[in-house]
């Protein structure tokens, strides 16, 4: 069952996605060469008590901290600590989310930890990210959930291949209906499988959290002992971008995004839904 919200929880998610957008300006800011993970999830903690707002990273699944920090070949969940040290040349993927009166907002970036990044890992990143919009663009009314992970898996798959052969889409991974949970319902695969049907049809009152993980290599990972860690199989370096996302009569509404999507949106020919904080 797809949870359908109605505009007022849309807007109290709106709320919890502000929140988000706030962790990721503060802790982007701090991820510097000699910060330690654990300085950035400090960051992000009082960022969340400024608000007033709740973590749902912190306990979920026993996991022990604020937001996940997730450096070079690892993919998702790192767990910040004193032990790592963001160094120059680092790229880190920052994924974190808050809870406002019940309801979740979810959301990640990669960083470029300092200067001289070589331009396959700018690459990477970009694009990540703007396969996460493509997927962000395709959440329109009468759609249905593949049309979102064909958007991803196409955009990427169009790029110019990396010089370390070709880019790996994380399959063991995904995206994730959000709103009273930070999971739910649908499971949103960032490529098509011919395995599963064309999934929920989208209409107002859908939200999404849109996830690509992808890397230099592999599409393969491993869990470390800690249970959370993941990692490339190949040790390649990886990327992952997120947004969480409510469907609106008037269209797509990026909940994290400080604008709503409305920058990012207009460059795919689509109208950012009205802000409704603003
Ligand atoms: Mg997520």
Not at 18 to 39: F, Y
Request: include cysteine; charge should be negative.
């Amino acid at each position: 069952m797809v949870e359908i919200k109605t505009a007022e929880q849309i807007a109290k998610m709106r709320e919890a996605g502000l929140v988000v957008a706030a962790i990721h300006a503060a802790t982007r800011e701090a991820a510097v060469p000699g910060a330690t993970t654990k300085d950035l999830d400090e960051v992000a903690r009082k960022v969340i008590a400024e608000h007033g707002a709740k973590s749902n990273f912190l306990g979920y699944g026993g996991f022990p901290a604020t937001i996940c920090t997730s450096v070079n070949e690892v993919v998702v969940h790192g767990i910040p600590d004193e032990k790592t040290v963001l160094k120059d040349g680092d790229i880190i993927s920052i994924d974190a989310g808050a809870i406002v009166d019940g309801w979740h907002g979810d959301a990640a970036f990669t960083a470029f930890v300092g200067t001289g990044h070589a331009p396959e890992l700018i690459e990477l990143s970009r694009v990540t990210e703007e396969s996460m919009w493509a997927g962000i663009a395709a959440v329109k009314n009468g759609n249905r959930l593949v049309d979102i992970s064909k958007a991803i898996e196409g955009y990427i798959r169009r790029q110019p291949r990396p010089a370390t052969g070709k880019y790996g889409i994380i399959e063991d991974y995904g995206g994730h209906g959000i709103g009273s949970e930070m999971h739910m319902d649908p499971h949103l695969l960032n490529y098509v499988s011919r395995k599963r049907g064309k999934g929920p049809k989208l209409v107002p009152g859908f939200c999404i959290a849109i996830e690509p993980m992808v890397s230099l290599g592999t599409a393969r990972t491993h869990v470390l002992e800690d249970d959370w860690t993941v990692l490339t199989d190949d040790m390649s370096w990886s990327s992952h971008w997120e947004h969480s996302v409510a469907l609106t009569e008037e269209g797509p509404l990026v909940l994290t995004a400080v604008d709503g999507g409305r920058a990012k949106l207009a460059e795919y020919g689509v109208t950012a839904a009205p802000d409704p904080l603003a």
